[in-house]
């Protein structure tokens, strides 16, 4: 019985001598972070104060941020907090945090967005932001309110001869590829008993001809590609092509359009709702949305 206790109390003082989590060097659990992904470093924040010290700390989310997080800064958050519309934000934590969010620019009609784990910038553009045949004329085109998308709403395309939709943007990006997409439908949604559904009576002209879609960009990268719009009543990203990004301080003005110009039919009931980019390795989430 003796010998049990002196066991239990050795145990006991050994036990006392043992390091815990709150014992690790904060400047050792900064280092840890920088080899995981920001969601990780989130929910381990919560294991004790120096873990929660170490999540905030400015050299770690440094090295989270994309090469390009001060232009992101400059060209997204400073014209938010000028339009009184965000308090100035001061750590790198609270800076990748707000990148991650969606961030209207050019007066909500393009959104930036990073990867919650890459940190790599995405962009939508809405048809607002384009240069396209009628747009504003009642006739050939209707704004349609959605929650379907980034921008509130989406174009419907009624009837036209010829269709031109040329758009473009100066953006900074971190060096690699990326991919370009518009994000298109056969088919003027609607809703039936609370349920999504699609009128296809205007849908007509998009299998005579092949549309064309063209990329191109400020220092000469050019791609284009053809297709059939034969898929009703669900969305779809056109892949039109991929370019490559190599300065890491330089903006890159990209150009894109979508053309059926054609004028020996008539061509309608399409939607279009965005144009993405996007890193060229997250490609494979931009084909069919239902």
Not at 60 to 68: A, D, F, G, T
Not at 194 to 208: A, C, E, P, S, Y
Not at 231 to 239: I, N, T
Request: hydrophobic share 35%; proline share 4%; net charge positive.
């Amino acid at each position: 019985m003796g010998t049990a206790s002196s066991s239990l109390a050795g145990s006991e003082a050994y036990a006392e001598n043992l390091c815990g989590l709150e014992d690790v060097p904060e400047n050792c659990i900064s280092a840890m972070f920088m080899y995981m992904e920001p969601p990780e470093i989130c929910h381990l924040a919560r294991v004790n104060r120096s873990f929660h010290r170490a999540s905030r700390s400015d050299t770690v989310w440094e090295h989270k941020l994309p090469r390009n997080y001060k232009f992101l800064v400059r060209r997204i958050l400073e014209d938010q907090q000028q339009g009184g519309n965000e308090k100035h934000i001061r750590h790198k934590k609270d800076i990748y945090a707000r990148l991650c969010r969606p961030n209207l620019f050019d007066d909500g009609m393009k959104e930036a967005w990073l990867d919650k784990r890459s940190g790599k910038t995405c962009l939508a553009i809405s048809p607002k932001a384009m240069k396209i045949t009628g747009f504003d004329d009642r006739r050939y085109w209707e704004h349609i309110s959605s929650d379907e998308s980034r921008f509130g709403s989406i174009a419907y395309l009624k009837q036209v001869w010829w269709l031109e939709a040329v758009g473009d943007i100066s953006f900074e990006f971190s060096p690699g590829k990326y991919s370009l997409f518009f994000k298109i439908q056969l088919g003027k949604p609607f809703k039936r008993c609370g349920r999504k559904t699609f009128n296809l009576d205007q849908v007509h002209g998009w299998h005579i001809k092949p549309v064309r879609f063209q990329l191109s960009t400020s220092d000469g990268q050019c791609t284009m590609s053809e297709r059939h719009l034969n898929e009703s009543g669900r969305w779809f990203y056109h892949h039109v092509g991929d370019f490559v990004v190599e300065n890491q301080n330089s903006p890159v003005w990209i150009k894109f359009s979508m053309l059926q110009i054609d004028c020996t039919h008539t061509k309608g009931g399409l939607c279009l709702d965005c144009v993405i980019i996007c890193p060229f390795e997250y490609r494979g989430k931009y084909t069919y949305f239902d």
